[in-house]
T-cell receptor, first 112, second 110 residues
């Protein structure tokens, strides 16, 4: 039982490049989330999903897109990376019974 | 977006001392969560709280859901070196979104 996994762990992009971050969970949780964590800012919600095929915007959605084609996977895409998107990205999953939110190990992204 | 006020921002304590930190919000929450994050890792859930006044323990950690539903407290008793890290609170109102505090950095001096 791995919980929440994220790939890749590290990535360096040049400005304008695109990439997709993958989040997978094996807990059968309905809700999944993408956050970014920056020094002194805490965790900020980018997008989230309340079920397969659904997505919604969070606090800082600009420059990102997401898809939830399968219940266990939640993808975060950057179409044209910018230096302001340098951050650590965390995926999380939450069940509707307990609302306990479990996090993945994070992806450290640097955009040069 | 809503950010929770978490205090203190940082703490430097001697091994064996007790630690207290808290989170406050201007909104009422239905769920409070407390996390610990080590460098380079994701936040790890420590304690979840669901009712006003609820007091829940996890080993040396005890957390309380404030009576007003606008605050929560975390206490660590008899701190040890492995308690070092950043502690976050998170609150959920009625929807599916969680709001996070900016963290308390804990340093334990052996």
């Amino acid at each position: 039982n791995a919980g929440v996994t994220q790939t890749p762990k590290f990535r360096v992009l040049k400005t304008g490049q695109s990439m997709t971050l993958l989040c997978a969970q094996d807990m059968n949780h309905e809700y999944m989330y993408w956050y970014r964590q920056d020094p002194g800012m805490g965790l900020r919600l980018i997008h989230y999903s309340v079920g397969e095929g659904t997505t919604a915007k969070g606090e800082v959605p600009d420059g990102y897109n997401v898809s939830r084609l399968k219940k266990q996977n939640f993808l975060l895409g950057l179409e044209s990376a910018a230096p302001s998107q340098t951050s650590v990205y965390f995926c999380a999953a939450t069940g509707t019974a307990s609302y306990e939110q479990y996090f993945g190990p994070g992806t450290r992204l640097t955009v040069t | 977006g809503q950010q929770l006020n978490q205090s203190p921002q940082s703490m430097f304590i001697q091994e064996g001392e007790d630690v207290s930190m808290n989170c406050t919000s201007s909104s009422i929450f239905n769920t409070w969560l407390w996390y610990k994050q080590d460098p380079g890792e994701g936040p790890v859930l420590l304690i979840a709280l669901y009712k006003a006044g609820e007091l829940t323990s996890n080993g040396r950690l005890t957390a309380q859901f404030g009576i007003t539903r606008k605050d929560s407290f975390l206490n660590i008793s008899a701190s040890i070196p492995s308690d070092v890290g950043i502690y976050f609170c998170a609150g959920r109102a009625t929807g599916n979104q969680f709001y996070f505090g900016t963290g308390t950095s804990l340093t334990v001096i052996p």
